[in-house]
């Protein structure tokens, strides 16, 4: 079994800045894609950031140039930098990593979630 942790959620200014990390373990040969989602109340999950082994970044146009997601193959953690939050950001955000297991397979996992909270 592989488990995905968050952290570093919590409640900032508009215009702060907070650092959310999630540390992978467990059953893990590899990890492939890592991403960040988000959930606001009422609203449907979005993608907000992924980025693949190698390095190649994607992001959410609405997070573009505020939101920074990097990732260490060796600790099997995923970090996303944000700034200049904005009320809007308010989500819950999750983690998901596509792990390969020895086996050769590959396995979707998620997080159970950190709150980020940005105040007017």
């Known amino acids: 079994q592989v488990q995905l942790v968050e952290s570093g959620g919590g409640l900032v200014q508009a215009g702060g800045s907070l650092r959310l990390s999630c540390a992978a373990s467990g059953s893990i040969f590899s990890i492939d894609d890592m991403r960040w989602y988000r959930q606001a109340p009422g609203n449907q999950v979005e993608l907000v950031a992924a980025i693949s082994r190698g390095g190649s970044t994607n992001y959410a146009d609405s997070v573009k140039g505020r939101f920074t997601i990097s990732r260490d193959n060796v600790k099997n953690t995923v970090h996303l930098q944000m700034s200049s939050l904005k009320p809007e950001d308010t989500a819950v955000y999750y983690c998901?990593?596509?792990?390969?297991?020895?086996?050769?397979?590959?396995?979707?996992?998620w997080g159970q979630g950190t709150q980020v909270a940005v105040s007017s």
């Open positions: 998901y990593a596509a792990v390969t297991k020895n086996t050769g397979l590959t396995v979707q996992y």
